[in-house]
């Protein structure tokens, strides 16, 4: 993510896979390019990347979370919603 921010990429949108936490390397300026750009887009979790950081527990948090949402069964890929999913703050 930090790279991300680093770029410049802040307020835009990228897919990061549920497998690994990798990403392909792309920035989609809405959530629905994000998800309709990917090949399977039910395998990975849409973040916009924030403006200051999100740490590496954070994040670690943040596809856990999207891993257990989808093995609930939960659809979180859908290009036509534009909600976000919000995770409360970590202490």
């Given at each position: 993510?930090?790279?991300?921010?680093?770029?410049?990429?802040?307020?835009?949108?990228?897919?990061?896979?549920?497998?690994?936490?990798?990403?392909?390397?792309?920035?989609?300026?809405?959530?629905?390019?994000?998800?309709?750009?990917?090949?399977?887009?039910?395998?990975?979790?849409?973040?916009?990347?924030p403006?200051?950081?999100?740490s590496?527990?954070?994040?670690?948090?943040?596809?856990?979370?999207?891993?257990r949402?989808?093995?609930?069964?939960?659809?979180?890929?859908?290009?036509?919603?534009?909600?976000?999913?919000?995770?409360?703050?970590?202490?």
């Amino acid at each position: 993510m930090r790279q991300h921010i680093v770029d410049g990429h802040h307020g835009r949108w990228i897919a990061v896979r549920l497998s690994d936490g990798g990403t392909d390397s792309r920035h989609y300026g809405r959530r629905r390019d994000a998800v309709r750009f990917q090949l399977h887009p039910t395998q990975c979790a849409y973040v916009r990347v924030p403006r200051d950081d999100m740490s590496p527990r954070a994040a670690a948090a943040f596809l856990a979370t999207h891993r257990r949402l989808y093995a609930a069964g939960l659809v979180l890929a859908d290009p036509d919603d534009d909600r976000e999913l919000i995770l409360p703050a970590g202490r």
